[in-house]
Structures are given as structure tokens and as C-alpha cells.
């Protein structure tokens, strides 16, 4: 499904219910599923990815179709190597057989798991098999993925030897492994994190209650709208200021684009300043996930930028980089990318009447959308991406003065 967007004016003004954090939300699921006892969640999110790993872990098979979702392929690959007691095949969508697993699939390997692929090597589908797994010593490498180190951390208190987990290599999107040992702390586990080492001996989880803080990477869509608005008066609800969230940094981001925060309790309300940036420069290695929104906002505001640190965009449920570079081009966007950075060098020029293509990847669909808010119409195809993340997303836009036109089957726009 396809949508023509469009608002009638530059003002964004109301109140925005997020679901809860997609990123908490897998990571709680899992402890729950390792805890002896169960406990109640709160405020769980409603994206697809969360409720595809709700439903693998609470029904009894043998084959898990993860679809696009990297989290929860990577999370049940730990979560079955240590608990399954029957063969169980993970595999995914065309897009995730190209994305790697065999940097976890090797270390699950060297701590006693019996794993192998189906296809091609390194990359799912794979099989796995009851195996005992004993835990000690592993290396890996922190420049590839945290999804990778966050998955052998959720189950490593359950291991007789515990986890020592040295990272090689530079640690990239370290606030997701930072919130993952903080969440397992909440639990009752006790660890080390010095020098690229993490230690963690054999515990068990303590089973309390846990509600979720809202989406912060869900919220920067906000951030962004507000940037291209004039005159804002917008509360989004279920954010905290001592976030466990990475992307709580685009508070932050933000002002230099015209865009102030004032935390109240439980929220945050938008409103406008006066100062925005000429030129912008950002290492987004801890934050790939607000990227796309960063790139988008330069080129629509004409600001010359250089955003580093997007080496794992390659390999997420598009080639970020590639997608963001060629659909920006058509708008007219001078942009250029050399050793996985981007390079923004004018605004953009034309208004392009073709759709702007999404790649299958829900953050595209977010990012380019509020173009409507300097434009008269923006088309945005496969709309219904955004179920991965933020399925509220639509209903929210048109809460605040958004207009979507579905693009009829038979007769266009």
C-alpha cells in the first residue's frame, strides 16, 4: 500500500501516546523466558518484531519464520542453543538470509552449542540442536553488531562457567549493550564491564515487574517533524530523562535544529528556538537507528553535514546507506558516501513526483514522510512497514493535521 501525504500548514501541535521501547521490550522477553518465575510487563511494545518473539516464545514448534526481524533472529539463536530440548530451524525473509549470524553462531559454537546452517554458510536458515552448553571464555568482534553480544549476555548467568566476554575490535552502539546489562541488573545480575571485557559469573534472574520506558528512536520521528515545523507545541508520553535508551541522545541532537525539550514527569513537550546549525557533524556508531532521520532533516534544511559511524547500516533490513543516498538524490540532494560515511553538501532542489521507495526497512518510511510538512505531497510506498516498529505512526500523523490518500489499485492517484 502506497500513500500520498500532505498538510496544509507548518504547524504541529498535539499529544503523542508512544508504545513502549521495541529494544526493552525483546530484551525483557527473554529474561522472562530464562526466569524461573514470570512477571509482569507493562507498557510492552505493539511493533511486529515484539510480538513475533512474544509468540515464538510462548508456543511449542520446531520452525521459526523471524521474517526482517535481526533481533529476534539473534535473540532466539542464544535463547534455543541453551534452552531447547528438540531441533528447531530458524529462518527469515530473503533480506535476512543475507544478513550474517555466523559471529554469534561461532561463539554459541566454542561454548558447547550445536548449530548448522541449511544454506549458505555464516547466514540463516540454521538448525538448531540439544546441546549442553557450558559457558568460559569468548571473543568477539564489537565492530560488527551489539545484537551479537546483547544475545550471548541474556543467557550467560544460566551457563556453569558464567561468560567472559572480550570484545575485539571498536564496540559500536555500546548504549544497547550498556541497556541490556542494565536491564539484566534490574533482574539481580551482578557484573564487570572494564576495558572491553564482560564478566559475568552464574546467577539466575529474579523475577520482578518491569515497565517499559517508550520508543525513543520511535520519538526522533517527532524531533524531526518538529525541525520542519514553525511553530510547535507537541507532549509525547512515556519518556524519561534517565533513559536507558541510546537514541534518548536525539534530545539532545535536536537543539542544534531548532528544537528544545523540556522533560516533565513521564513526557516530554517540543517546543521551537531560534538557533539552527550551519553545519552539522556526528558519529553515530552508538545510535545507527536515528541516522536516516539525521540525513533527511540536513537535506530538507540545507545543511552541510558529515555523518560517520554507519558501518552496520550496511547490513540492516536494507543497505541504509545505499537507500538513503539514492533516494535523496532524486530530490536533488548533492550527497556522497566514502568509508561508510555521508557527506551532505546542498539541500534539496525538486520536488520528485515518483514515490520515494522504502526498501522494505520501516525507518525509511518514517524518515522521509515528514517532507510533507515543507512540501504540498510527499508518496510514500509499502506504508505498512512501519508494523515492524511504530504501527501507530499513520494515526498519529493524522492526529496532527497529516492527510493520507491510499493510492487506488486501478486508477492511481
Partial sequence: MDYKISKQNKILKGKINLSGSKSESNRVLIIQALAKEKFHIENISNSED?????????????????????????????????????????TGSERMKERPIGFLVNELKNIGANIEYLEKENFPPIKIKPSKLTGGKIFIDGSISSQYITSLLL??????????????????????????LKMMEHFGIKYQFENNKIIIN??????KNYIVESDWSSASYWYLMSALSDDVDLEITGLKQNSLQGDFIISDIMSNFGVKTKFLENKIHLSKSNYICKNFSYDFSNYPDIAQTIA????????????????????????????????????????????????INSAITKKNNDLIRTYKDHRMAMSFSPLAIIWDTILIEDVNIVEKSYPNFWNDLKSVGFKLVEKDKKNGW
Avoid: W
Avoid at 562457567?161 to 541497556?179: A, D, F, H, Q, R
Fill in 202 to 207: 552464574r546467577q539466575n534472574y529474579i523475577s
Fill in 50 to 90: 515484539t510480538k513475533l518473539l512474544q509468540a515464538f516464545l510462548n508456543f511449542d514448534a520446531n520452525f521459526f519464520d523471524v521474517k526482517n526481524a535481526g533481533t529476534v533472529m539473534r535473540f532466539l539463536t542464544s535463547f534455543f542453543a541453551l534452552k531447547t530440548n528438540q531441533e528447531i530451524i530458524l
Fill in 296 to 343: 533527511v532533516l540536513c537535506s530538507a534544511l540545507g545543511i552541510n553535514a558529515k555523518l560517520t559511524g554507519l558501518d552496520s547500516l550496511r547490513i540492516k533490513e536494507t543497505d541504509r546507506i545505499n537507500a538513503l543516498i539514492f533516494e535523496l538524490k532524486k530530490l536533488g540532494v548533492d550527497i556522497k558516501e566514502k568509508e561508510n560515511s555521508i557527506f
Fill in 155 to 180: 543467557i550467560s548467568p544460566l551457563l556453569d562457567k558464567g561468560l567472559t566476554i572480550n570484545i575485539t575490535n571498536k564496540l559500536i552502539s555500546k548504549p544497547y549493550v550498556e541497556m541490556t
